[in-house]
């Protein structure tokens, strides 16, 4: 089974930034990719940025230029850190990982969430 925890969710002033931190545990052989999704009240899931194993990062139009999308040393944890902030990015956020637990079994997990509130 496989666990992912997020962190650094919170209360930001507009032009503000903040940092979230995805760690995964648990039955792990290798991760594909990792990402953070986000949802607002009334609207889908949608991707913010994810990062290959390799290290090839894609990026939400909206969130291009003022988000970045890294991982770890210890290639199980991603970021993301957020800058210009602006009241729109407000949603919570979900870490999810592409994982391998085993060779030829592949799964998709999904953090609990965290919220960020972009408000003055």
């Known amino acids: 089974q496989v666990q992912l925890v997020e962190s650094g969710g919170g209360l930001v002033q507009p032009g503000g930034s903040l940092r979230l931190s995805c760690a995964a545990s648990?039955?792990?052989?290798?991760?594909?990719?990792m990402g953070w999704y986000r949802q607002a009240p009334g609207k889908q899931r949608e991707l913010v940025a994810s990062?290959?194993?390799?290290?090839?990062?894609n990026y939400a139009d909206s969130v291009k230029g003022r988000f970045t999308i890294s991982r770890g040393n210890a290639k199980n944890t991603v970021y993301l850190q957020m800058n210009s902030l602006k009241p729109e990015d407000t949603a919570v956020y979900y870490c999810?990982?592409?994982?391998?637990?085993?060779?030829?079994?592949?799964?998709?997990?999904w953090g609990q969430g965290t919220q960020v509130t972009v408000s003055s």
């Open positions: 648990g039955t792990i052989f290798s991760i594909n990719a």
């Open positions: 990062i290959t194993s390799g290290g090839s990062t």
């Open positions: 999810n990982a592409d994982i391998m637990v085993r060779v030829g079994l592949r799964q998709g997990s």
